[in-house]
């Protein structure tokens, strides 16, 4: 099977926020946790490498080995905006 890392990069503010996360599917929904919530739009930066799982570590953890050349770095804008409570009926 082959899995893709997502790699998404908070350009906005020099913070380094990096979120590497591996997909099997062809979408990709940024967590909330990564998400902003300032007001202030943010530039994100991504890209994808196909991989393979060749096995796992002596932990359990996957070993992965290239499976294809990475994408083109893509950009995209948010600008987050506080969540109101969901009124209740």
Partial sequence: ????PVTVEDLTGGEGLKLVDYV????FILPGSF?????IPHVYRW????VRQTGTD???NPI????????AARVFTW???PSQATPTP
């Fill in 79 to 81: 600008t987050g905006v």
């Fill in 47 to 50: 890209w994808i490498i196909p």
């Fill in 35 to 39: 998400r902003v919530n300032d007001n």
């Fill in 24 to 27: 099997t599917d062809t979408k």
């Fill in 64 to 71: 992965w080995e290239t499976a294809g050349v990475i994408s």
């Fill in 1 to 4: 099977m082959k899995y893709m």
């Fill in 58 to 60: 002596n932990e359990g």
